[in-house]
């Protein structure tokens, strides 16, 4: 058995989408490899950074995101695998990025409880301090923008008239 800690670059863009770990960003990994009658059983943390953009409001954001991860390397043999010891050594990158990619979020935000963007300016609704806007009045409904239920008891109601036939 062995431990290992180690720091490396990430080889290539890992993920698409809002966001992804970008090539050369720091990888650290602390990584056990053990010995196994099947293999090389191997486990441990994956820990980078993710930049992208946020999903509601656009703005750029860069988190950290942690994985763990444990697969067997199988000795080569007959029995087809999808991981297995090449000359006494196994490759992480694979387990790596699939581990990283597949736990970045798909929709990313910036908080959480971004407001998004104002669907009238198109301004950040967190930084926008104007006056609050009014959605556009439906011309159906102009008739009762008047109404108003705190003045009801004041308000002259209309004479209803019997239209039952007898």
Same mark, same amino acid.
């Given at each position: 058995?062995?431990? =290992?800690?180690?720091?490396?670059?990430?080889?290539?863009?890992? +993920?698409? +989408?809002?966001? @992804?770990?970008e090539a050369g960003s720091p990888v650290a990994l602390d990584v056990r490899v053990e010995s196994v009658h099947e293999g090389i059983l191997v486990s441990g943390t994956a820990d980078a950074e993710y930049v992208g953009v946020c999903g509601r409001c656009l703005t750029d954001i860069a988190e950290g995101v942690e994985v763990e991860f444990q697969e067997l390397f199988a000795y080569p043999g007959e029995e087809a695998t999808d991981f297995e010891v090449q000359d006494d050594h196994?490759? =992480?990158?694979?387990?790596?990025?699939?581990?990283?990619? =597949? @736990?970045?979020?798909f929709q990313p935000v910036c908080q959480p409880d971004c407001p998004g963007l104002d669907p009238?300016?198109?301004?950040?609704?967190?930084?926008?301090? +104007?006056? /609050?806007?009014? /959605?556009? =009045?439906?011309?159906?409904?102009?008739?009762?923008?008047?109404?108003?239920t705190d003045h009801d008891d004041e308000a002259p109601r209309p004479d209803v008239e019997n239209t039952e036939e007898s």
């Open positions: 058995m062995r431990e =290992l800690d180690l720091e490396i670059p990430a080889p290539e863009k890992w +993920g698409e +989408g809002l966001v @992804s770990i196994v490759d =992480l990158e694979t387990l790596v990025r699939d581990a990283i990619v =597949l @736990s970045l979020p009238a300016t198109g301004e950040r609704m967190t930084t926008n301090t +104007g006056a /609050e806007q009014r /959605e556009p =009045l439906d011309p159906r409904w102009a008739a009762l923008q008047g109404y108003t």
